[in-house]
């Protein structure tokens, strides 16, 4: 079964700094999708950034950049500039290509801006 | 709607009644995940549909957890003699077919006392 681990419960990063969140996963499939969705106070998910896993090149999204490691299972965020408006839960999600696409989630990160 | 909705925002039940949580999907998104997610935790699937049919139920935890989607839009989540331990934020996301791209709902929390 696949499995997704955030090992940081919680994170804190000044304002306009860079802070990185780590995930790793678990699988045996060579063809998945993962995923950053942010969650705020509101609950809504909100996705921040999507790698697909037969792409070498990492995706970045203005502020926010991953670094895919399919080797390693790893699939950490950088978030650049850090503002107020980061702070959220961020989670870590995985997509097995060709299934029903369910998502599978991490525990999570609680991200704090310090101003 | 431009996104998804959910009904109600927040309720509180006793335990042993009845519930019907409600979602209401981005118009033309035939895909519809149920996930659960309690405290301090991530989200666990429930159950997924494909139009109008339950395509994998898999994730409810027991037969007191249904839903339904009749006309392959709304979905209608339902728990039967709610206990404590489904007090949780009940999340429902709707998806393009085609896209791996969930769009999700503020959630419905629900507290059992």
């Known amino acids: 079964a696949q499995t997704v681990t955030q090992s940081q419960p919680e994170m804190s990063v000044q304002e306009a700094e860079t802070v990185t969140l780590s995930c790793t996963y678990d699988t045996s499939e060579s063809d998945y999708y993962l995923f950053w969705y942010k969650q705020p106070p509101s609950r809504q998910m909100i996705l921040v950034i999507r790698?697909?896993?037969?792409k070498q090149q990492n995706a970045t999204e203005n502020r926010f950049s991953v670094n895919f490691q399919k080797a390693a299972k790893s699939f950490s965020l950088k978030i650049s500039d850090s503002q107020l408006g980061d702070a959220a839960m961020y989670f870590c999600?995985?997509?097995?290509?060709?299934?029903?696409?369910?998502?599978?989630w991490g525990a999570g990160t609680k991200l704090i801006i310090k101003p | 709607g431009a996104g998804v909705s959910q009904t109600p925002s927040n309720k509180v039940t006793e335990k042993g009644k009845y519930v019907e949580l409600r979602c209401d999907p981005i118009s033309g998104h035939t895909a519809l995940y149920w996930y659960r997610q309690s405290l301090g935790q991530g989200p666990e699937f429930l159950i997924y549909?494909?139009?109008?049919?339950?395509?994998?139920d898999s994730g409810l935890p027991n037969d007191r957890f249904f839903a339904v989607r009749p006309e392959g839009s709304v979905s209608t989540l339902k728990i039967q003699r709610t206990e404590r331990g489904d007090s949780a934020v009940y999340l429902c996301?709707?998806?393009?077919?085609?896209?791996?791209?969930?769009?999700f709902g503020q959630g419905t929390r629900l507290t059992v006392v």
């Open positions: 999600a995985y997509i097995r290509r060709g299934s029903n696409y369910q998502l599978i």
């Open positions: 996301a709707s998806r393009a077919s085609r896209n791996t791209e969930a769009f």
């Open positions: 790698q697909e896993a037969y």
């Open positions: 549909f494909q139009g109008t049919g339950a395509a994998d």
